[in-house]
């Protein structure tokens, strides 16, 4: 049984910043790569960035245009995404996903993740 369990989510005045956090636990943590995606209400769960199981590779999507960092900590079981500069418009339930066997790849599509977190509410007020 594999768990995830995000963090850190909460309400942020426009241009702030938050941290999230994501635990994995029940496997071994360098096998999997790593996603963080969001979904607003009435849209779709899109992609915001992910990480290789190596941590060799990472993906970002087009909009966020350098403002979020993904990184993981293999020591720990742990991914995070630092996100600064934050507006309106990334108000979501962010959540956190891994990949089985992709220690090289750092995959952008839903369907290709096999395990997903609860969800943590980000609330960015204007």
């Known amino acids: 049984q594999v768990q995830l369990v995000e963090s850190g989510g909460g309400l942020v005045r426009a241009g702030g910043s938050l941290r999230l956090s994501c635990v994995i636990a029940?496997?071994?943590?360098?096998?999997?790569?790593m996603g963080w995606f969001r979904q607003a209400p009435g849209k779709e769960r899109e992609i915001v960035a992910s990480?290789?199981?190596?941590?060799?590779?990472?993906f970002y999507a087009d909009f966020l245009k350098g403002r979020f960092d993904i990184s993981r900590d293999n020591r720990v079981n742990t991914v995070y995404l630092q996100m600064h500069n934050l507006k309106p418009e990334d108000t979501a339930v962010y959540y956190c996903?891994?990949?089985?066997?992709?220690?090289?790849?750092?995959?952008?599509?839903?369907?290709?993740?096999?395990?997903w977190g609860q969800g943590t509410q980000v609330t960015v007020s204007s």
């Open positions: 990480i290789s199981g190596s941590s060799s590779n990472t």
């Open positions: 996903a891994a990949a089985r066997d992709r220690p090289w790849n750092s995959p952008s599509q839903v369907a290709e993740y096999d395990y």
């Open positions: 029940g496997r071994t943590f360098s096998d999997y790569a």
